[in-house]
């Protein structure tokens, strides 16, 4: 089922993004400023160790806090600590020769940590402490969906536990109480990008139960909202630094590669490398729109092929990264972890046949998106 859908009823890319603008000048009007106290302290713990970003970026991981604390707290009770080497061993050879036994026995793990339905009991007036983040971290960590997420987090972690009961938890309740204020402006402006959603979380379970990607594909509402806001403010926060980078390079995902035929891209360190067989493959369009406007484009099948890059050699190298929505701000940690400097396109619709669909939809971006991107439009 296509949960989302950037060109429905009639609407355009423009109006979206004007939307998308709007709405995150109203969060940091609003709530920006109120976190600066938590800003400053972190950044001085962090300093030593820590190249240090704009504040805007560290409230975004405040306000991720906040989510993963909504969408995941109830399900922590799930996480068996005498099972700790089961979940590490499972992850740590997710992507090994075994990749498809393992992921039948995490398909297990995996659901048993997500079967209790979340009545999000956080909405209400809870103060949560040190121990309850410690729980949500192992409980994230486990299931091995927010890998780069979880190495922010636990950043935090550590500069909280140098804090007074109080500090932590006024805290998560700053983190937390921002949650409802995203959750109405999303059900207010963005709810019609999400024709499918209530329907596909309602029935997914269903098809997807034993599966390993029983949690990604089980993001709420909320988490929709939170990386389609937050993303055009990452990216404004990182666009004059991509500006500034010597080359730039575009990751399509393997969905956008026409469904027709097998796909004939040759295997390169950075991913596949279109080799235009096809000219109804979207692929196949970016690629030359790369080689009019001087910038790269890669195929990426599966997000371990950046992991393996050497950071080292990704030092001024600007990136857009193109996701469908639940992806697009662990897209942007994950490229800041490998030293890329970070920029992103929505897909129009989610198509894959691994999470959505039954038969793979070969999926779109808007091109002048992403060449009002590439050359400062």
């Not at 490398?273 to 001087?294: E, W």
């Not at 972890?337 to 793979?360: A, E, M, T």
Request: aromatic share 16%; proline share 2%; hydrophobic share 35%.
């Amino acid at each position: 089922m296509i949960t989302y859908n950037l060109n429905i009823d009639g609407q355009n890319y423009e109006e979206y993004y004007s939307t998308l603008k709007r709405l995150e000048k109203m969060i940091i009007d609003k709530d920006c400023n109120k976190s600066k106290k938590y800003i400053d302290d972190f950044k001085i713990y962090i300093k030593n160790f820590e190249e240090l970003k704009d504040d805007k970026y560290y409230f975004i991981e405040i306000i991720l806090i906040g989510v993963l604390f909504y969408e995941y707290i109830d399900y922590t009770l799930n996480f068996k600590p005498y099972l700790s080497f089961v979940y590490n061993f499972l992850n740590k050879n997710r992507n090994s020769k075994f990749k498809s036994q393992i992921d039948i026995i995490r398909g297990k793990v995996n659901t048993s940590l997500y079967t209790i339905k979340n009545s999000k009991s956080n909405s209400k007036a809870t103060s949560y402490n040190i121990d309850d983040f410690c729980k949500l971290i192992k409980w994230l960590d486990a299931t091995y969906d927010f890998k780069d997420e979880v190495i922010r987090l636990k950043i935090w972690y550590k500069f909280l536990k140098t804090k007074s009961t109080n500090y932590i938890s006024f805290f998560f309740d700053f983190a937390l109480n921002h949650i409802k204020y995203i959750k109405k402006l999303g059900e207010d402006n963005l709810i019609n990008y999400l024709p499918n959603l209530e329907n596909y979380l309602n029935t997914y379970r269903k098809y997807h139960y034993n599966k390993e990607d029983i949690i990604y594909c089980g993001k709420g509402f909320v988490q929709y909202y939170f990386n389609m806001i937050f993303s055009e403010l990452m990216n404004d926060i990182f666009r004059d630094d991509f500006l500034n980078t010597d080359r730039k390079i575009v990751f399509l995902p393997a969905c956008m590669t026409q469904d027709k035929t097998p796909c004939k891209r040759s295997n390169t360190s950075y991913g596949g490398k279109c080799n235009f067989c096809s000219s109804n493959c979207n692929v196949n369009k970016i690629s030359k729109l790369g080689k009019k406007y001087n910038f790269k484009v890669y195929i990426i099948e599966h997000e371990t092929t950046l992991s393996s890059l050497d950071i080292n050699e990704n030092k001024n190298i600007g990136i857009i990264g193109i996701a469908c929505i639940p992806n697009l701000i662990s897209g942007g940690f994950k490229a800041l972890r490998l030293g890329f400097i970070p920029q992103c396109v929505v897909l129009d619709y989610c198509g894959c046949s691994n999470h959505w669909l039954y038969k793979k939809h070969m999926t779109k971006i808007n091109e002048n998106r992403l060449l009002d991107i590439i050359l400062n439009n």
